[in-house]
């Protein structure tokens, strides 16, 4: 099939000074609100054969083992932590989703793309071949200016095929190490993709955050470079960003946010399985 029209990136330090204008106390206990609301939703729908943690709602990765719903789309990503920022972002959108890891059978797809579009194109028709399911695939990269965009689609493995995150981010450093701080500006580039139950790409876009890389890391949550760095305009490392505020200034969320706006996937909106209604 042809493929869709890449829709432009969304850029995200603009809606960070707008958040950081509102009323934050209010912000958090209104979205537990909705989160609540939310579950219980998207639950009845599904059925109670979920596994639900008991980790507040809006970071459970709701896993349903040898029963997943029919009408949930695949997040086709190994990558816990991935699959848990996705699965929260999809259910603030009302959409259900089942993690990878609950189809054990499956092959996987060999993520040897040029670009991250390229991978996060191959994951979605891939794996949604071997389902017969919607499938979400994402592929996302740390681009630094200086360095002409390196990491980016080998931000996983920038230090080796078998490096381990912390072997990357050293990496990064040494090879930021040549140029000034000043110079260290970067992004990160969420590429998201969705294929139907026949194998077809439906549609595609990307989201963006801009920031910097920092010498020293800070912030335990986030995974991956999160904690080097820096959100433009916000004065804080992604790995000390709340869930709330990810929901809104994350590439991620950039990303889901444009996807859900575009043409493509808002003409099949009505039929698309695994939205549930409001």
Not at 231 to 253: F, N, Q, S
């Amino acid at each position: 099939p042809a493929t869709p029209e890449l829709y432009p990136l969304t850029r995200s330090s603009a809606a960070s000074d707008v958040y950081k204008r509102q009323n934050r106390t209010w912000r958090k206990n209104a979205a537990r609100h909705v989160y609540h609301i939310r579950a219980n939703t998207l639950l009845n729908r599904i059925g109670r054969n979920a596994a639900v943690s008991s980790e507040p709602y809006q970071q459970q990765l709701i896993r349903f083992g040898d029963k997943p719903p029919v009408n949930a789309i695949v997040l086709a990503t190994t990558n816990e932590h991935k699959a848990r920022e996705l699965s929260r972002l999809l259910r603030d959108q009302s959409m259900l989703s089942v993690p990878l890891a609950d189809f054990p059978h499956v092959t996987p797809i060999v993520e040897d793309g040029r670009s991250l579009a390229e991978n996060a194109c191959k994951k979605a028709v891939g794996y949604a071949q071997q389902l017969a399911r919607w499938v979400l695939a994402d592929d996302t990269g740390l681009e630094v200016d200086v360095l002409k965009g390196a990491p980016g689609v080998r931000s996983a493995r920038y230090a080796g095929d078998q490096a381990t995150m912390a072997e990357n981010r050293d990496k990064l450093l040494d090879d930021l190490s040549a140029f000034p701080e000043s110079q260290w500006s970067a992004r990160y580039v969420c590429h998201l993709a969705v294929a139907n139950p026949a194998g077809e790409l439906v549609a595609q876009t990307a989201g963006r955050c801009l920031g910097r890389i920092c010498r020293e890391p800070a912030g335990e949550s986030g995974f991956g470079y999160d904690v080097l760095f820096e959100v433009e305009g916000y004065g804080k490392r992604m790995a000390e960003l709340t869930d709330e505020e990810l929901a809104i200034i994350g590439h991620r969320a950039c990303a889901l946010q444009s996807l859900a706006e575009s043409p493509q996937f808002v003409a099949k909106k009505e039929s698309l399985p695994f939205i549930a209604a409001r």
